[in-house]
């Protein structure tokens, strides 16, 4: 039976709890106001690279997926119960041969998910959800730059103490990747097929011994946080308990004046903090980095990040310049890498730097900077980004990374429809791997959303 009927009755548990009910809801109740939407994509992603001369060159690599993603579901707004079932799928069209881009939607030539199944019920000052759900927090989240999004089964409860402030807590025990059909109890850390899991696009280790044993499961993940946004303030504080991988203290602010001419200066930081025994973890049981050669695969977990930016809001657009360090801890696994088992590789983490292609998740300690542009002309119908990020690690060199983006949003009778591009050219090595001094993503991707 499915991990997430465990989680259901604990949310139907914890909702009468709360609220001291003696009836259950009716059918009716539960029915009423469902409603339907979703997304139609088809993307088409292209790898190329430039060698460098020698020996090992990587081959260039594309792929092509179209996608549905049907939601049937009550308003996720409204008090009472509720209910989400969300079913996806991804086919390659038999458009896919030769050397495949597995991140988009891995080797198969189709996917089909049930991505959410969970039970709600909500009160004005909390709600408590439960099942195969989607997660929206900094480290992790849905990672959706793909055709299909990463989802999690996990129990959650959100507190709305006052107005502008909303307090989490979630448990998660298990997760569908972006290329999976079904849920796992990994995470991006493991190989690819692991207990055969469709998984592609992450940054695996080598596990020791036979990796399907229950010894080898990922335990899930802890979690609990508070964001607040008001009067200019946006700040989000979070503390991940990454079972056997790391614990993790992370927190960001912004602050924004508003001075009324369309033109507001805004300034952040950021910062986080892992730490954890190599005894007691994954990175412990005789694990090896496969990434950073010379690193420390024996020290505790143990890393470090700050970071701050600084730009301005226009009319129809911003720019901001940012900068992050992760701090080099010779001793320390991975010589202080940022352990983020459900965003390592997907560069879909929350640090200001962090490029389309990759960001110091994955280059490892060291420190970046990047200056970002966004601007929306034609009535806000074509939105226009640039940006360029530089990157100096202990154990990838130094790397730049400069970035295209085009969006199209059409009205009227195509209202819903979008069309966009997005480039990013990245040179410098080792970086881009052996002999290879020039990687190019380019990510040509049609959306319908009804």
């Not at 009067?231 to 991940?240: D, E, P, Q, S, T």
Request: net charge positive.
């Amino acid at each position: 039976m499915r991990k997430y009927m465990k989680v259901i009755p604990l949310a139907i548990a914890l909702a009468c709890a709360c609220t001291g009910i003696a009836q259950a809801a009716s059918l009716d109740d539960i029915l009423s106001g469902v409603q339907v939407d979703g997304k139609a994509r088809a993307y088409r992603f292209t790898r190329q690279f430039s060698p460098n001369g020698g020996a090992g060159n990587k081959s260039d690599v594309s792929a092509f997926s179209a996608a549905a993603i049907l939601n049937l579901h009550t308003d996720t707004a409204a008090d009472g119960w509720g209910f989400g079932v969300t079913g996806m799928t991804a086919q390659s069209l038999g458009l896919n041969n030769g050397n495949v881009d597995s991140t988009l939607m891995g080797t198969k030539n189709q996917i089909t998910a049930l991505g959410q199944l969970y039970l709600q019920y909500r009160q004005p000052l909390y709600m408590v959800r439960a099942g195969d759900q989607e997660l929206n927090t900094p480290w992790m989240g849905g990672s959706d730059s793909r055709v299909l999004p990463a989802t999690y089964q996990a129990a959650l409860l959100e507190i709305n103490p006052i107005d502008h402030l909303h307090i989490y807590g979630i448990r998660e025990t298990a997760w569908k990747s972006r290329t999976s059909s079904n849920y796992f109890q990994n995470n991006l850390y493991y190989n690819s097929n692991w207990g055969g899991d469709e998984s592609y696009g992450g940054q695996p280790f080598t596990l020791p011994g036979t990796t399907t044993t229950s010894t080898q499961k990922s335990s899930g993940t802890l979690a609990i946080g508070a964001d607040y946004k008001a009067n200019g303030v946006n700040a989000r504080l979070w503390y991940y308990d990454f079972y056997r991988m790391a614990k993790t203290y992370y927190g960001e602010a912004t602050y924004t004046y508003k001075t009324g001419t369309g033109f507001d200066p805004f300034i952040g930081i950021q910062g986080m903090k892992q730490n954890l025994g190599n005894s007691s973890s994954f990175f412990g049981q005789g694990t090896v980095h496969g990434m950073f050669t010379g690193a420390s695969t024996t020290g505790d977990v143990n890393s470090q990040v700050e970071g701050a930016k600084i730009g301005v809001n226009i009319p129809h657009g911003s720019v901001f310049v940012a900068y992050d360090k992760v701090d080099y801890k010779a001793n320390n696994f991975g010589g202080g890498v940022i352990i983020s088992p459900f965003t390592a590789n997907y560069a879909t983490d929350p640090l200001w730097t962090t490029s389309m292609i990759r960001g110091l998740v994955e280059l490892g300690p060291g420190h970046a900077w990047k200056v970002k542009g966004t601007y929306k002309v034609l009535d806000n119908h074509l939105r226009l980004i640039a940006a360029y990020a530089k990157y100096n690690t202990t154990y990838k060199g130094n790397s730049q990374n400069t970035y295209f983006d085009a969006t199209y949003f059409f009205s009227g009778a195509y209202k819903g429809l979008s069309l966009r591009d997005r480039c990013e050219i990245s040179t410098g090595s080792p970086a881009n791997g052996a002999n290879t001094n020039k990687f190019v993503y380019n990510r040509v991707m049609g959306e319908y959303d009804f």
